[in-house]
């Protein structure tokens, strides 16, 4: 019977998402926060998936995520227009 419990999908979710949480790199109410960015158009929803709208704020937070950015030589999020 524990096995069962253990090897259902939202108990692997939950599992994932408090790991995740507790090291800071998902919010602990992840449910929320990608339906707030999806309501604000951050987000766009692709079947059971969320998808960046916009490719450059997904480069943008992998690069800084990465590392590749500090302070000085952050690109603008918006290029300004010709």
Not at 58 to 75: E, I, N, T, V, Y
């Amino acid at each position: 019977m524990a096995y069962l419990l253990l090897t259902t999908a939202w108990t692997t979710y939950g599992l994932s998402v408090a790991t995740l949480a507790a090291g800071r790199r998902v919010p602990w109410r992840l449910g929320r926060f990608l339906r707030d960015a999806h309501r604000l158009g951050l987000l766009r929803q692709a079947g059971g998936a969320y998808q960046f709208r916009h490719a450059a704020l997904q480069d943008r937070l992998a690069r800084r995520h990465r590392g590749d950015l500090d302070r000085q030589s952050r690109p603008p999020l918006r290029t300004p227009p010709p």
